[in-house]
């Protein structure tokens, strides 16, 4: 029975250690009510474009 706290040492350090950092690494809930609505509109409509076209186009001529 011995063997699991050793075995459990190991295991929960880098466990702790990454929710610590996780944890720590949030941005302060300082926001209010307006601020994240338009955070999440941001997010909605960046989800809306798509990333790539599927039809290629030639390229613009560059003006001299």
Known sequence: MAWILWLAAPVLAPVTAALAVWARSRPPRDLD???AMKQHEDYLSALVIPARGT???????VAD
């Open 33 to 35: 009510v307006e601020d």
């Open 55 to 61: 039809v290629r186009t030639e390229p613009a001529e």
